[in-house]
């Protein structure tokens, strides 16, 4: 049976990498998952809004960082106890030099200047690829779709040119033209489109007045709209395509690859059963194969995507029809 994908130009034996979330943050788990059988993985995200201005010019201007830790003490730290810049990278490094499998590094900047520095940075600390999350808020009345998209496809742009290793984009849902926008990602040269981000659910508490931030697992109905937006893709643009959230069976990892995807990102499966269950997805995806006559991912992979399906209405209007 033959499992072998690619990503991000990484020859990889399975499809099923860990995604970027809490997993990554402790240096036991992640040899634990290489041990159960993980293709690759992503690390948590680094957000540049974390480091204070001070932060910045000491970190910047400085040849001498002080001792830093590596080790996370929870799969849920505080906020206020996410890795600085020097602790993330050291963090990277002793990763990679604890396991064989390739490390993807996860950034989400907030400045253009950022974007591109903490990308070299994670470069040079050995990271395999880098994962740009390009999530936004949608706040700012005054900036529009375009002036929105405009901005972080000169994210991405800037990155390419300035690094030499494979750079994914990391999308969420929320864009307009999604297609149109992913595609304008591929032509100035992704490598790699992520989809989607998942958000930390967030409720008010009423007798307090603070808003209150939880996280919840993700389940095999949110691979739906994934799954979607993959099958619109494949085929229309050069970058691999992931799939991250709802991926929590083998029939899902399936049909993710039925849609076009190359990978599958696992985090809450992982979370719930631990990391032995990385183990029992690839029997699993393994059987399922064997008993319906595939003998490999890449001759089923696109079959169900947009160019392949005799109706491709069925993704569209229909579905909208039969509840309306």
């Known amino acids: 049976m033959n499992l072998t994908t690619s990503y991000l130009g990484l020859n990889l ?30 690390l948590h995200t680094f957000y540049e ?28 730290p505080e906020p206020e106890l996410a890795l600085g810049p020097d602790e993330y990278l050291e963090h990277l490094h002793r990763i990679k030099g604890a396991v064989r499998i390739p490390v993807i590094a996860s950034l989400n900047g907030n400045t253009a200047g950022g974007w591109l520095s903490f990308a070299r940075l994670l470069e040079q600390a050995g990271a395999n690829a880098i994962e740009l999350d390009l999530s ?38 929320l864009f307009t033209a999604f297609a149109n926008f992913a595609t304008r990602l591929d032509a100035n040269g992704v490598d790699g489109l992520v989809l ?58 399936i049909k993710a690859n039925m849609v076009g995807a190359r990978v599958t990102q696992l985090v809450s499966a992982i979370l719930r059963h631990g990391p032995g269950y990385l183990k029992t997805l690839r029997a699993d995806l ?24 005799p109706n491709p209405a069925a993704y569209e209007r229909e579905t909208y029809r039969m509840f309306h």
């Not at 970190?59 to 849920?76: I, K, Q, V």
């Open 49 to 76: 809004e974390d480091i204070t201005g001070e932060q910045m010019s000491a970190f910047f201007h400085s040849d001498n960082h002080g001792e830093s830790s590596a080790e996370a003490n929870s799969y849920f």
């Open 196 to 253: 989607f981000q998942r958000f930390h659910q967030v409720d008010i508490d009423v007798v307090d007045l603070e808003v209150r931030r939880s996280f919840e697992f993700s389940t095999s109905s949110d691979l739906q709209l994934r799954l979607r937006a993959a099958a619109v893709l494949a085929g229309r643009v050069n970058a691999a395509i992931a799939i991250t959230g709802g991926v929590h069976t083998a029939l899902d990892v």
């Open 136 to 173: 936004h808020s949608a706040s700012d009345a005054t900036t529009s779709a375009t002036e929105v998209e405009n901005q972080l496809v000169q994210i991405v742009r800037g990155v390419k040119q300035g690094i030499s290793i494979p750079v994914a984009a990391k999308l969420t849902p």
């Open 13 to 42: 034996p399975h499809p099923l990498i860990i995604g970027s979330g809490p997993l990554t943050k402790d240096l036991d788990t992640v040899k634990q998952l290489e041990a159960a059988g993980a293709a690759a993985l992503v």
């Open 286 to 309: 393994e059987t399922w194969m064997t008993e319906n006559e595939w003998e490999s991912l890449e001759e089923m992979r696109g079959n169900m995507s947009f160019q392949r399906v």
